[in-house]
């Protein structure tokens, strides 16, 4: 079984601001300004609909019998386009389970508004049985279906009362958290031309993702100890082996906590 944990970072995306508010006169910075205030006019709140996201990092974890890998699809100069469309390609190459945190609520969204943009195929994501009768009660696309595990809408019942933050849940199960900028920064970041910094976060963040995921299938019978010990070593070796800062900080803070769990 292939695995595919997954996380994006975004930014307003000032091209349909500056459209919807005829603000064709004004920078990105003042356009994006601009969006928040409407935005927190009519929701007290200046988080952005997901039409209004513009993703400029993908970051995944892959799991399959070939090894594992932690890598942000792309590269720093890549176009929104090819990122979405690796993601979507990679769902056509390995028809993985995804997982991720809070994906039903926003990851997906914002890909599915931003295939729209651009006029991406995506046929494996939506598929629901009509070329392919295993999707028919297993797929992507239903909040029920185990081909997407979104860890925050199962852990919490289903209820938004039980949701909690990446963040607490990583640090529940003795794990570093969130590293380096948080997501209200990724915007300011983004500004500066920190590309770079923006994808080593969002790593971190997948990389919180997919222990969790484990966890969680030991919590629910799908591995046993012998077996959750082999996949925790998997990472732990995989992380040893990179020369990335990021991912040896990860390393070293995990290694602090990684029985306090």
């Known amino acids: 079984m292939n695995v595919l944990a997954f996380d994006i970072e975004t930014v307003p995306d000032v091209e349909l601001g500056r459209r919807l508010y005829d603000l064709g006169d004004l920078d990105d910075a003042a356009v994006a300004q601009a969006m928040f205030a409407k935005q927190r006019a009519r929701k007290a709140s ?19 019998r070939d090894g594992l890998k932690i890598f942000s699809l792309g590269d720093e100069q890549s176009a929104e386009r090819e990122l979405v469309q690796r993601f979507f390609d990679g769902l056509e190459r390995y028809t993985p389970v995804l ?82 900028i948080g997501g209200a920064e990724v915007w300011p970041a983004y500004r500066r031309g920190e590309v770079a910094a923006i994808r080593d976060y969002c790593e971190a963040d997948v990389l919180n993702t997919y222990l969790i995921y484990l966890r969680f299938q030991l919590v629910r019978g799908e591995l046993d100890s012998a077996s959750y010990q082999n996949e925790l070593t998997v990472v732990e070796t995989k992380l040893a082996g990179s020369d990335r800062p990021h991912l040896q900080q990860y390393l070293s803070l995990w290694k602090t906590t990684r029985h306090a769990g």
């Open 46 to 64: 200046d988080f952005l609909p997901a039409p209004q996201q513009r993703v400029v990092a993908i970051s995944v974890v892959l799991r399959t």
């Open 99 to 180: 997982v991720s945190w809070n994906g039903s609520g926003f990851d997906l969204p914002v890909l599915n508004y931003r295939a729209l943009r651009h006029g991406i195929n995506a046929h494996r994501y939506w598929e629901a049985g009509e070329s392919d009768r295993d999707f028919r009660y297993n797929n992507y696309l239903s909040r029920y279906h185990w081909r997407h595990i979104d860890l925050m809408d199962v852990l919490s019942g289903y209820g938004a009362s039980g949701r909690a933050s990446l963040d607490l849940a990583a640090q529940l199960i003795g794990l570093p958290g969130k590293l380096g």
